[in-house]
């Protein structure tokens, strides 16, 4: 009962700034040295990490220089998110988290969409706290539900700072430590998957 109440408040969309996590046991301002990492499916494992110096560096490494285009600025912040994941992997046991809910299920350190959103979030908190986005910021995260897209499944978000479009950022879908999938907000909403025409 206890994991089916925290999964429903960690699904619900905050009106608030994306620095704004809900549960106090996750690091509200994370930094390099300090920041959660959730785990074992709606955070029901969080644990405290820190990246050294050289695994920092090697997160950044894409996007450095800053991207010339939004565009190329999202395939950055894609493969900067998989390089973190590897590295976190690593220091947590979750290298070897599987791609959706049921081929992992059960098995220690696998993270349903909840434990990813929230990660992913993280993670581009300390990307944009270093100034590393120029065409982007981050939202809080959303969660899509209805008849037609399945069951609730929630995201992180960034939002093109030149026109206002919104971006899923969604690193469920894929194994641990692949380029989440970056696609535009509206078609995940509508119910987006890898395979399907994108609307």
């Not at 029901?44 to 990246?51: D, G, P, R, S």
């Not at 590295?87 to 350190?109: A, E, R």
Request: charged letters at 20%.
């Amino acid at each position: 009962m206890r994991h089916t109440i925290a999964a429903i408040l960690l699904t619900v969309a905050l009106p608030v700034c994306a620095d704004v996590f809900v549960r106090d046991d996750i690091i509200s301002r994370p930094s390099v040295d300090r920041f959660s990492v959730c785990l074992n499916h709606s955070c029901e494992t969080v644990v405290t990490q820190a990246l050294s110096r050289e695994e920092w560096q090697r997160i950044k490494v894409p996007l450095q220089p800053v991207a010339p285009t939004a565009a190329a600025e999202r395939h950055a912040i894609g493969r900067a998110l998989a390089i973190m994941e590897q590295i976190v992997g690593s220091h947590t046991g979750t290298g070897s988290d599987q791609g959706g809910n049921l081929s992992g299920f059960g098995l220690p350190g696998q993270m349903d969409c909840i434990d990813e959103s929230t990660n992913a979030t993280t993670y581009l908190y300390l990307i944009e706290s270093a100034g590393l986005l120029q065409h982007h910021t981050l939202e809080d995260r959303s969660t899509r539900f209805g008849l037609f897209v399945g069951m609730p499944h929630t995201t992180a978000v960034i939002r093109e700072t030149a026109n206002g479009r919104r971006y899923a950022v969604d690193s469920w879908f894929f194994d641990n430590g692949q380029p989440p999938v970056i696609v535009e907000l509206s078609a995940w909403k509508a119910g987006w998957r890898p395979g399907a025409a994108d609307e």
